[in-house]
């Protein structure tokens, strides 16, 4: 059992940054950031597996940016110029085994953190 567990949310104004941390307690072969605003489905933002490969959603590329460090098991999210549509709660997301494919879709991801706010105000 991989336990996931995130940081560094909160509330910023349009055009700002913020930078999420996610730390995993065992090896993984990827890790995602999703999320999800009241009403609206799940949205997978971004993803980087174990070779350092990126994936990105559309509406945050060019915004956003994903890291990660392998040997402490950690996930990063850069968010700049942020906008109010970007608030939402961010989950981190890991897969210790399956396909290394880097992947935005959320039942490629067995190991879920609790979440964690960002509110992007106009």
């Known amino acids: 059992q991989v336990h996931v567990t995130e940081s560094g949310g909160g509330s910023v104004q349009a055009g700002g940054s913020l930078r999420l941390s996610c730390v995993a307690s065992e090896y993984t072969i990827k890790m995602a950031w999703f999320r999800q605003a009241p009403g609206k489905e799940r949205e997978g933002v971004a993803a980087i597996n174990r070779v350092g490969t990126k994936k990105y959603s559309d509406s945050v590329k060019g915004r956003f940016t994903i890291s990660r460090d392998t040997a402490k098991n950690t996930l990063f999210l850069q968010m700049n110029s942020l906008k109010p549509e970007d608030t939402a709660m961010y989950y981190c997301?890991?897969?210790?085994?399956?396909?290394?494919?880097?992947?935005?879709?959320?039942?490629?991801?067995?190991?879920w953190g609790q979440g964690t706010q960002v509110t992007v105000s106009s």
């Open positions: 997301a890991a897969a210790s085994g399956g396909s290394w494919l880097v992947s935005l879709s959320a039942n490629e991801y067995y190991y």
